[in-house]
């Protein structure tokens, strides 16, 4: 199964790169807790800013500007570690036990994190063990590329690289920035054993017939035949080739043993890992569908497992999300466009169903869904990027934003309005319209370019990400799973959280840090966008008023603090508000901007 030799695997792990690893990942530990008041450094009267472990021996210093959004932008190469008058090398994991009682990590969550940390580190030093893309060259890469430049991760997680279960040669095989390509694993389930979802324009075998083609179908049905088995009593499923090897062929044995499922080796499509680990784009075929997968790993405070009952319902909210947007002239207006996820599959083990607890890793081993490819909708001079992709910042710190401000032509502001005409309006709109809100994250987002320039965006990962929090929003039987009962004075937390402090917060350090824009010129853009968009809805004025998104400040929503209290569960999905951390609140950086 490994073709690495076992020497090839750590070559990225040299004494230089796990230095230079280490000093960013403590800058980004030293910021991000600073921002949830885990950590409250003190500025001392050289201006320089200090952070004093638990039990007041070791001290850091470092030089930090701090921004808006209690944004802190510390220089990673000021910081400096300190004992009884002796400076000591920067070491993360010493870091977290130095401050274990600060960041309130137990004795069993601990270790669990060190290893995490430690999985972080390494892909760190392996994206440094490659030969640096500048973000001007990227700026101009196709879309994969760009995917698999990125070098940050989430950019409020300390811990967002854990992976915990890829050995060494998977995390060089299945890693999105190792840009490996893979072939799936293609299993049959036996239908009265698993469910298939669709939605309402497609059918399980214009699906599959699409994706496989006549010949691996043939191949396929061939292999059942040998075995006495026909194709038609079961449902094709892909599976990760990490999902067989090591939970599937194991876990599942009894299933394969029973021929319940047989595996008929891998498909001939190539596939990219997305920064989601578990999606895979085809690189064969890029207008054929996204393929997503369960995965047993643990990763940013989940398994990234698949309920195969929770899909069930995935391809009905695709449809009711896609309907709604075609038929809401604002929405339409913004470009808005939704990536649905067409089909779901899943495997239901009646043994593990009754032994396990609702949302247990074990009901969510083995179920797929195809989503939509964003490929077959651009037009001619149109180009994709992760929107992940506008914070990553290179090497030398050139700007991947910055580069497609320079290359648009335009100047910083303009630009920045385009995209948040693209990005933030639809939000707006969506919130107030209908109470529906997104989780519109760097990852979760697509844009569509043109010189430079942002279009439109796409939306994707629906199923698991929305939720409609307005009781008075009609939603169809099927798709009531969506509905969530979240307190109303946290309803806007979906902007203020998601949208200002995960995201423009970072994008307005990037670009104020490196003198493309001005932190004022950054944020009355965004509340320009918030005040055009009001004043273009004057039927939703009463909800304006009632979520105000000018209010002078709001609760600060801190994300690291759910992963250091649980990593292996840090929300329940059926109740995301019970697990909010909120910890004081931050100055709403548009509210002086707010129009008479």
């Known amino acids: 199964m490994h073709t690495h030799a076992p020497r090839d695997v750590v070559a990225h792990l040299t004494p230089e790169l796990w230095d230079r690893a280490n000093r960013l990942l403590v800058r980004k530990a030293l910021a991000e807790f600073s921002h949830e008041r885990l950590l409250t450094p003190r500025r001392q009267e050289s201006g320089e800013y200090t952070v004093i472990s638990d039990d007041g021996t070791v001290e850091y210093r470092f030089s930090a500007q701090l921004l808006t959004l209690d944004h802190w932008n510390i220089d990673p190469d000021s910081i400096t570690r300190h004992r009884d008058g002796t400076r000591l090398p920067l070491d993360a994991l010493d870091l977290f036990i130095e401050l274990r009682t600060a960041l309130g990590?137990?004795?069993?969550?601990?270790?669990?994190?060190?290893?995490?940390?430690?999985?972080?580190?390494?892909?760190?030093?392996?994206?440094?063990?490659?030969?640096?893309?500048?973000s001007a060259e990227l700026a101009n890469a196709p879309f994969q590329r760009i995917e698999t430049g990125m070098t940050e991760g989430h950019p409020c997680f300390v811990a967002n690289n854990g992976r915990l279960g890829f050995g060494a040669p998977e995390y060089l095989s299945y890693a999105p920035e190792a840009a490996n390509?893979?072939?799936?694993?293609?299993?049959?389930?036996?239908?009265?054993?698993?469910?298939?979802?669709?939605?309402a324009d497609l059918d399980y075998e214009g699906l599959i017939r699409s994706e496989l083609g006549e010949a691996t179908l043939e191949r396929f049905a061939g292999t059942m035949a040998e075995l006495g088995l026909d194709l038609d009593d079961f449902h094709l499923m892909p599976v990760h080739p990490w999902q067989w090897w090591n939970k599937l062929s194991v876990t599942f044995a009894a299933e394969v043993a029973q021929r319940n499922i047989v595996c008929l080796g891998h498909g001939d499509d190539t596939y990219l890992a997305q920064q989601s680990i578990r999606t895979f784009f085809n690189t064969s075929d890029p207008s054929k569908h996204y393929v997503k997968t369960a995965l047993s790993v643990l990763n940013m405070g989940f398994v990234r497992g698949l309920s195969a009952e929770y899909m069930e319902a995935t391809p009905a909210i695709n449809d009711w999300l896609a309907g709604l947007v075609a038929e809401d002239a604002v929405l339409r207006r913004t470009g808005l466009d939704v990536i649905r996820e067409l089909a779901a599959v899943g495997y239901h083990?009646?043994?593990?169903?009754?032994?396990?607890?609702?949302?247990?890793?074990?009901?969510?081993?083995?179920?797929?869904?195809?989503?939509?490819?964003?490929?077959?909708?651009?037009?001619?001079?149109?180009?994709?990027?992760?929107?992940a992709s506008l914070l990553h910042v290179d090497r030398d710190g050139g700007s991947f934003a910055a580069a497609l401000i320079a290359q648009s032509g335009l100047d910083a502001r303009t630009w920045l309005r385009r995209y948040l005409d693209a990005y933030l309006t639809p939000l707006l709109h969506c919130f107030y319209a209908y109470g529906l809100v997104f989780m519109p994250h760097g990852e979760n987002v697509i844009l569509v370019l043109e010189d430079g320039v942002v279009q439109r965006v796409v939306f994707k990962d629906i199923a698991e990400e929305i939720a409609v929090m307005d009781a008075d929003t009609p939603l169809p039987p099927e798709v009531e799973r969506i509905r969530a009962r979240v307190p109303e004075e946290l309803w806007t937390l979906s902007i203020f959280t998601d949208v200002f402090d995960c995201f423009l917060r970072f994008l307005n350090g990037i670009l104020s840090a490196n003198g493309t824009l001005e932190e004022d010129a950054f944020w009355s853009a965004?509340?320009?966008?918030?005040?055009?968009?009001?004043?273009?809805?004057?039927?939703?004025?009463?909800?304006?008023?009632?979520?105000?998104?000018?209010?002078?400040?709001?609760?600060?929503?801190?994300?690291?603090r759910l992963q250091l209290r649980d990593n292996r569960q840090m929300v329940d999905i059926q109740d995301p508000a019970g697990a909010l951390q909120l910890i004081g609140t931050l100055k709403n950086p548009i509210a002086r901007f707010a129009r008479p």
């Open 526 to 560: 965004v509340a320009d966008c918030v005040s055009e968009y009001q004043d273009a809805n004057p039927e939703l004025a009463e909800r304006f008023k009632r979520y105000d998104l000018f209010c002078e400040e709001f609760a600060l929503s801190c994300l690291n």
């Open 349 to 387: 083990h009646r043994q593990y169903a009754a032994a396990s607890a609702k949302g247990s890793p074990y009901l969510k081993m083995l179920a797929a869904l195809w989503r939509e490819s964003p490929v077959p909708k651009l037009a001619p001079g149109e180009r994709l990027a992760t929107m």
């Open 181 to 199: 390509e893979v072939r799936l694993i293609w299993l049959a389930a036996r239908r009265d054993r698993s469910t298939f979802s669709v939605c």
């Open 105 to 134: 990590l137990d004795e069993e969550i601990l270790p669990v994190y060190l290893e995490e940390i430690s999985s972080t580190l390494a892909s760190s030093a392996f994206k440094l063990s490659v030969a640096p893309v500048s």
